[in-house]
């Protein structure tokens, strides 16, 4: 193999392939490595972990193609001490390639790539288009609510449901849950995406009607966490996703950035979030999100503990902000807000209210309660476009609003958080 490429064409992917390679002293010396493979006029690196792998494609010139691994780490150190325009060379040199920059060289072990794991993929279940800024969108939107290390795998990541047109995603640790519907582009069935490729179709099933009283439930599929976290770094173009769900396995393709990412799915059935997810309520409160997580911030660093309580009281006009130190040391805000009722108190995780926040786009969200002990049901506020479902009345399945034909289309979303016992 013998090719000439830029650091700014290389490094990027480079940087994206390093990391889901697990580069570890216990971890076998081939998934420190990254597959180069030079064909044509271009260069692809692949990476691959125990749940992850990525490729991506690079312009290069070949001047012989070939296959080889290197080490990603030390191959990744030489691109950053480069100039960013400046022009290398990668060639096979006896048992080691050589990496030419100008008058530098360096020289790496290399491993056969015959011994590079490759993923087996089978039983392609059906492919689903998708614009990157929705899921991403959907991603950043709900992924704070995955639980960490939790015994229960499933809460450790984040559900997404196929249904007809509409992409959801839904996670939850079993104190706060958040769901976000994003629309899906075109879908093929197995049938005709084998069918493309010139494949038997094979058997195939497919989940059926979720019993909720929506729409039915083509597949649902659990991401692992460090799946969530990387595709949400890598989803920054403006072009479309395609996910291809196969058996045990989702592989993400983003055409724009000419990336393909597969991860492994947790496997494991996620509960039944619909009967935490309030459809009707008694109170409702109405605030600034800027002003709120002003005061939030506030807690959080005058408490300096993880879980943070803060007490509310609800009045007609005003929220008071109550919170104590583990030294006693006590704050008093005030903010304005909007009640339905005379007067309520309930507690909650000033963190968990403050990450809520600080994914809403809205500028003011409303609470929808059912008195102190039960779960509160927060959505964003839009001026013009979402008319919010009056006290005790259902919400429409799906998340329905009243939009203007003229204003820009806005993804449903929605978060559900109990209250703390004191």
Known sequence: MNITVRRKSLHPVLQSVAKVIEDKPSAATIYSHVLLEAEDSSLRLTGTGPELEISGEVDSEVLEKGRITVPARKLSVICQHLEEDQGFSLALHENQVCVKARKDEYFLNTLSADDFPIPEEEGLHAEYQVQQSDLRELLERTHQCMAQDDVRQYLNGLLLEFRGSILRGVATDSHRLAFCEVPLGERKTVAEAKAEAGEDAGEVTEDGNSGDGESEVDVSIILPRRAVTELMRLLHGKGEATLKLM????????????????????????????????????????????????????????????????????????????????????????????????????????????????????????????????????????????????????????????????????????????????
């Not at 919170?323 to 040391?329: G, T, V």
């Not at 304005?336 to 309930?346: G, L, R």
């Not at 919010?388 to 799906?398: F, I």
């Not at 329905?400 to 449903?412: G, I, Y």
């Open 247 to 422: 058996r045990g396995k989702v592989r993400v393709l983003l055409d724009e950035q000419k990336i393909s990412f597969g991860s492994r799915l947790i496997d494991g059935r996620f509960p039944d979030y619909q009967r935490v997810i309030p459809k009707s309520w008694e109170q409702e409160l109405t605030v600034d999100c800027k002003r709120m997580m002003v005061a939030l911030s506030q807690v959080i660093s005058f408490i300096q503990d993880r879980y943070s309580c803060i007490h509310l009281t609800m009045e007609a006009k005003q929220l008071q902000v109550h919170a104590s130190s583990p030294e006693n040391e006590r704050l008093n805000l005030i903010v304005p807000a909007e009640f339905t009722a005379d007067s309520m108190e309930i507690s909650f995780n000033a963190q968990y209210l403050h990450k809520l926040l600080d994914t809403m786009s809205s500028a003011k969200a409303h609470f929808y309660l059912n008195g102190a002990e039960n779960s509160c049901l927060v959505r964003p506020h839009w001026e013009k476009t979402e008319k919010a479902p009056a006290s005790g009345e259902e919400e429409k399945p799906g998340g329905e609003q009243e939009e203007k034909a003229e204003e820009p289309r806005r993804n449903e979303y929605k978060f559900v958080v109990m209250p703390m016992r004191t």
